[in-house]
């Protein structure tokens, strides 16, 4: 596959198979994902495959955690937003759009908004979750280079036929993903990617929009 396939072609995928993912596979996209550019060589990403019993544990661990009605994690790691400035009228337009036309889109495969929202939970029925971590020490800056390496996963794991979905909602119960995997506060959690094969649903066909170039470049000659 040419790269401008796998960049053009890759989308998120929100409805998986439960056929497992071979190791060897699992193995590839996070050759792929160590080999991204790292300022300074530092390599600050960590990798936690989650799967099988433990993936299953990891969901139910979740639901009773919600059912329970406990409160969200409030200190989330990392949030897509900053308490600080009011978010961007774009971006909330951009953001705003996408969950309107994902809930049509599930709502047009039969599935109720309230049961996708869920699914969200599940991995959306992934039989694989990829936990990325980065050590607190080495600062905001660093995520530049994770964000590289996630971006290297996606895109290998679409060539070898994998569906993936970068996620970040799930880290709302982010104290369930520190206690079930011993995970120190000295590491954020930086964001989940659900991994396997897709479905045939057509919620699969989904693609977010992008706006155009003008709208986002300058060239400065």
Not at 84 to 101: D, I, T, V
Not at 160 to 170: A, D, F, I, N, T
Request: hydrophobic share 40%; with cysteine.
């Amino acid at each position: 596959m040419e790269l401008k396939e796998a960049i053009f072609g890759r989308r998120s995928i929100r409805d998986f198979n439960p056929e497992p993912v071979p190791k060897e596979l699992m193995e590839q996209v996070l050759q792929a994902a160590v080999r991204s550019p790292s300022n300074s060589n530092r390599q600050p990403w960590e990798f936690l495959v989650i799967s099988g019993e433990k993936l299953r544990e990891l969901v139910e661990r979740i639901g009773l955690a919600m059912k329970q009605e406990r409160e969200k994690d409030q200190r989330r790691d990392l949030k897509t937003w900053d308490d600080q400035y009011p978010m961007p009228e774009e971006g909330a337009r951009r953001s705003n759009h996408l969950m309107r036309s994902l809930v049509e889109s599930a709502t047009q495969a039969g599935i109720k908004a309230s049961d996708f929202i869920q699914s969200n939970f599940r991995f959306f029925n992934a039989p694989c979750a990829i936990l990325v971590l980065m050590d607190k020490g080495y600062g905001n800056g660093a995520l530049v280079s994770v964000g590289a390496g996630i971006e290297n996963l996606l895109l290998q794991a679409y060539d070898l036929g994998l569906g993936s979905c970068w996620m970040m909602v799930p880290l709302e119960f982010g104290e369930v993903f520190r206690a079930m995997f011993e995970i120190p506060e000295h590491k954020y959690l930086v964001s989940v990617i659900a991994l396997g094969y897709p479905s045939d649903s057509s919620l699969n066909r989904f693609r977010s929009a992008r706006d155009p170039l003008e709208k986002v470049v300058k060239f400065y000659d």
